[in-house]
């Protein structure tokens, strides 16, 4: 097949720390396979070569942060046939969506010495929020794994086959002992997408939501499981205030927990 007749591919960062880029190249012999499948036309994360768009499939690690993000990424929907955004940042608006929570100038004043040149948005938010995504892949980062199941998808021209139960079926499926029940752990298992294999309780360590909220996720409960294992109210604030903070499950529940008096 010539290489103007494959399906073009394209890998865009936005705020993001290249981690689930890095998962792409963690492919290794499958990256070879799959570069035969597609023609890698913009990856700046492996290559400085690139090919101007429109592309067959866009990838997208990072969240909005900038102004010029903002419109950036509608440049990239623009060119793009189909998008798909991979891992927590871009999916949920990251680790930097605990700025969501405070004011973003406090942050920048205590960090940059010269803060009168730094332009940013107040908030970080999920790609979804700005143009239309044709697939979310979760992860902090996403599993390489799962990442080639969503472009076999594409090339196939099928919906991705992953799992949308929580991480305690990936648990009962592996045989491992619920972390909560056995020790008394605390887990955001019961409410965290699957896809990670379970890696924590794997190892007898609870869940951190690396992959974020679950489809339907009952955190009230899960909180209250947490509280009668003793946790107090101030880690199960913390707890849901992670990877994935400002998924909307994850944030009502946090706050739910904030300190009246100290809510950040």
């Known amino acids: 097949m010539a290489v103007r007749d494959r399906p073009t591919l394209a890998v865009w960062k936005f705020a993001s720390c290249d981690g689930c880029q890095l998962s792409l190249l963690d492919c290794e012999e499958s990256l070879l396979t799959l570069a035969g499948q597609l023609d890698i036309a913009y990856f700046v994360e492996a290559s400085s070569a690139f090919r101007a768009g429109p592309y067959d499939l866009s990838l997208v690690e990072g969240s909005i942060t900038t102004a010029a993000d903002a419109e950036r990424i509608r440049s990239v929907r623009a060119c793009s046939h189909r998008l798909v955004t991979i891992g927590a940042c871009a999916t949920a608006g990251g680790i930097q969506g605990l700025r969501n929570f405070a004011d973003v100038r406090d942050f920048v004043a205590a960090v940059y010495a010269s803060p009168e040149y730094i332009r940013t948005l107040a908030t970080s938010t999920p790609i979804a929020a700005h143009v239309p995504v044709d697939f979310e892949l979760r992860g902090c980062p996403i599993d390489k794994h799962q990442l080639l199941e969503v472009i076999s998808a594409f090339l196939a021209r099928r919906k991705p086959d992953l799992p949308e139960d929580s991480v305690c079926t990936s648990c009962k499926r592996a045989g491992i002992p619920c972390v909560m029940v056995t ?53 199960l604030h913390r707890a849901f205030r992670s990877f994935n903070a400002a998924a909307d499950p994850f944030r009502m529940e946090s706050e739910a927990h904030a300190d009246p008096d100290h809510p950040r």
């Open 183 to 235: 020790h008394g752990t605390p887990c955001l298992g019961p409410v965290t997408h699957a896809g990670c294999g379970a890696l924590c309780p794997a190892y007898a360590r609870g869940c951190y939501g690396c992959f974020g909220p679950a489809e339907q996720a009952n955190t009230a409960s899960l909180s209250r499981a947490w509280n009668a294992l003793g946790t107090d109210r101030r880690t």
